[in-house]
């Protein structure tokens, strides 16, 4: 093996160390909204899967679409 060989492999072990902490990082963050948000509405009597997508946008949401835009309206009513 000639010194551009070794320079190479040191090369693509960094480089795939460096995607395996990204990799890490990336589902640390995937795991954090995961926990914060509910998987299911809590708003009484819906239980209404709340999509993924929303869940990551909105971490720690707790209701689905419909019910927070009506519990934004009586929040609003309530003022
Ligand atoms: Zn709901």
Do not use: Y
């Amino acid at each position: 093996m000639d010194i551009f060989d070794q320079a190479t492999e040191a090369e693509e072990r960094h480089r795939a160390q460096a995607l395996a902490e990204q990799a890490a990082k990336a589902q640390l963050q995937d795991g954090h909204w995961r926990e914060l948000s509910a998987k299911w509405c809590e708003a009484r009597g819906c239980g209404a899967r709340i999509p993924d997508e929303r869940r990551r946008v909105v971490p720690g949401v707790k209701l689905c679409v419909e019910c927070q835009s009506i519990n934004e309206k009586q929040q609003r009513r309530a003022k």
